[in-house]
């Protein structure tokens, strides 16, 4: 009997670790920064100030170009610039009287050449920044490109420990025989040139196609011009020495106590069978990579595909008819033969249990899909829909909040449909991606590159824009992007979205593994009301034990922990920093009426967006070229 209650209690203990290791914190390393050799580099600018320490020397510096890149001082690594830092500090001595005029000046007064940097964002993980280049402005060249440039650099104090992405192309480097161990290599639309100084891996990209200049995206050819003209005017012009530590823990998973009474989920990686890239599958990812706030203000929602599901068009993968359902027409893919309708409406749609689909069929590259293309994220349903017209089989965009995920800084140009969010905090660097939303709107907003948002206030509303109105079905896309040594990475954002939802309805969900065992699990599906546009937006519960859950007005507090946050930091822009925190609610009983949304009248004459990507490979769909349209341009 002993030995059996032990062996039970053994059992126990091992059922209990097993559970606890489902999720998982990422794994990050921290960078060794040699400030040694930056002093050596600064001392060479001014010989008389070689007796002054490291500390001191930065401190200077910071002050200086702190006028054209705000808190540059912030940054923990050396920043790297296309800046003539000591044509910049002589001018500045040489009359000190007008040190604060010179201040106002035109920044590109010493950009070596480029135009502008529209983003500066530095802070405890290092810093990013974009700058613009112009072809016709660099005739040298021999380019025929019109469009601005976009040129992403970044220098990291700690690195993502991801394996080597599928996809990637190395390419010889050619006239860099200057900066030692410098790669060249092309992943995911981007072509990346990485190296290591001064201990800290920097990262330049530009986003480009490696065929001929079409559809408005730029040769690789000729982004390796602009690279290599870059990567050569690089100086440094700021950052701060500061204590760095051994290890860097990454704090990401706080899992309510209780259980949720009706949240299922089907385990990462699990996508719908059959509408993965070349028919593989998912990616079993349990990391969680980051302690966000859920992406949508309230719940219930729900995370499945857009493309597979009703009223999705299979992502031309094929599909054919199948008579009609109810009195709706009735279809299948191809790829996986699910009987659908044309009715984004359906219950089926805006049901637990959830379905990761960042790996499911798309013409995007994605480092960390077995097919080495996919989705790049997760689509995401908010609570219900609502029909203009009954029987109009579509939803009505614009119904329901979207918040930011986390402190950081607005990374979009006004003609971009996307909008990033840039976290920077002493443990996590990651970008957040949010499509579908409305460009136009974003405009009005202020939201473009330097806004600084905050955990929890309002961005937008969810929508189905894409390159137009009405262009897919009503829902977000999230995804998000971390790095590592070969430069920003998509990574799967599914475990880090059921932990952020278990967080927002307090409670946790339950995994689906067996795919043969199913019998009793709860779907709550949602019978969709079909009203017509003027009544107020009904928010139906997910089944009748669970309720919406609303975010609490602004006066009331959430409970909701919310750590690692970023330190707001000034970011050159001269729009107002707005904010409307708002956090999640808890999981209730009972029925309560959604808030009421104002609809906006909106046209389609939004300008067009960013350029499309024309990469071309011999087992890219024809169609690929559409799909990446306004997707990743800065």
């Not at 003539?84 to 001595?93: E, G, K, N």
């Not at 262009?471 to 998000?480: G, R, V």
């Not at 946050?565 to 409307?580: C, G, R, T, W, Y």
């Not at 808030?595 to 990507?613: D, F, L, M, N, Y």
Request: charged residues 20%; glycine residues 10%; aromatic residues 10%.
């Amino acid at each position: 009997m002993l030995r059996f209650a032990i062996a039970s209690l053994a059992l126990a203990v091992g059922v209990a670790a097993a559970a606890a290791q489902d999720m998982k914190s990422p794994r990050i390393a921290p960078t060794r920064v040699d400030w040694d050799a930056v002093a050596v580099e600064l001392g060479a600018l001014d010989p008389a100030k070689t007796a002054v320490g490291m500390p001191e020397l930065m401190a200077k510096l910071n002050r200086a170009t702190g006028e054209r890149f705000a808190n540059i001082a912030a940054s923990p690594v050396p920043v790297l610039l296309p800046f003539d830092t000591a044509a910049f500090l002589r001018d500045r001595t040489a009359v000190p009287e007008t040190a604060a005029a010179s201040a106002n000046a035109p920044a590109d007064n010493y950009l070596l050449g480029f135009d502008s940097v529209p983003f500066f964002y530095p802070g405890p993980a290092g810093y990013d920044a974009v700058v613009v280049a112009r072809a016709q402005e660099r005739r040298e060249l021999g380019m025929g490109f019109s469009d601005a440039i976009y040129i992403h650099i970044g220098g990291s104090a700690l690195l993502y420990e991801l394996g080597e992405p599928r996809g990637m192309i190395g390419w010889p480097v050619h006239g860099l025989d200057e900066i030692p161990g410098i790669r060249r290599i092309f992943l995911e639309n981007y072509v990346r040139y990485t190296f290591v100084r001064y201990g800290v891996p920097y990262v330049v990209a530009i986003e480009c196609s490696d065929g001929a200049i079409r559809f408005r995206k730029m040769s690789c050819r000729d982004a390796d011009r602009i690279a290599v003209r870059f990567l050569k005017a690089l100086r440094v012009a700021g950052g701060t020495p500061r204590a760095q530590p051994e290890a860097i823990t990454a704090d990401t998973i706080e899992r309510p106590a209780s259980q949720s009474t009706v949240f299922t989920y089907h385990s990462p990686g699990d996508i719908l069978p059959g509408t993965g890239f070349r028919r593989r599958g998912g990616v079993a990812d349990y990391t969680v990579y980051s302690k966000l706030r859920f992406p949508l203000a309230d719940a219930p929602a729900f995370a499945n595909s857009q493309s597979f599901m009703n009223w999705g068009d299979c992502d031309a993968t094929g599909r054919s008819g199948a008579g009609f359902l109810d009195g709706v027409k009735a279809y299948r893919c191809r790829v996986d033969g699910q009987m659908l309708v044309l009715d984004e409406s359906a219950a089926d749609n805006y049901s637990y249990p959830w379905r990761d689909n960042f790996c499911e069929h798309r013409y995007f590259y994605v480092g960390q899909c077995p097919g080495g293309l996919g989705h790049q994220g997760q689509d995401i349903r908010p609570a219900s829909c609502k029909q203009r017209i009954q029987g109009a089989n579509r939803c009505e965009p614009y119904q329901h909040d979207v918040v930011a995920v986390r402190d950081g800084a607005v990374l979009r140009s006004s003609s971009q449909e996307a909008l990033y969010i840039v976290a920077n905090s002493p443990n996590e660097r990651v970008r957040f991606r949010y499509l579908h939303m409305l460009p136009k709107q974003f405009n009005a907003d202020g939201m473009v590159s330097g806004r600084l948002v905050h955990e929890g206030e309002v961005i937008g509303k969810v929508g189905n824009f894409f390159r137009r109105e009405r262009a897919t079905t009503y829902h977000l896309h999230f995804d998000m992007q971390v790095p590592t040594r070969y430069g920003w990475v998509f990574v799967n954002p599914y475990m880090t979205l059921v932990a952020a939802y278990e967080r927002l309805i307090r409670g946790r969900g339950q995994e689906i593994r067996d795919e043969e065992n199913r019998e009793g699990v709860p779907t709550a599906s949602i019978k969709q009301p079909l009203t017509a546009a003027p009544a107020p937006p009904e928010v139906a519960a997910a089944k009748p034990t669970e309720t919406a859950v609303e975010s609490p007005s602004e006066a009331m507090h959430s409970g909701i922990k919310s750590d690692e946050q970023v330190e707001s930091s000034p970011i050159k822009a001269s729009l107002p920093d707005h904010v409307n925190g708002r956090h999640g609610g808890v999981e209730r009983h009972g029925t309560r009426a959604g808030k009421p949304v104002v609809v906006r009248s909106v046209g389609r004459g939004v300008p067009r967006t960013g350029a499309r990507t024309g990469h071309s490979r011999r087992h890219i769909h024809a169609g690929y070229d559409y799909y990446q349209t306004g997707y990743g341009s800065f």
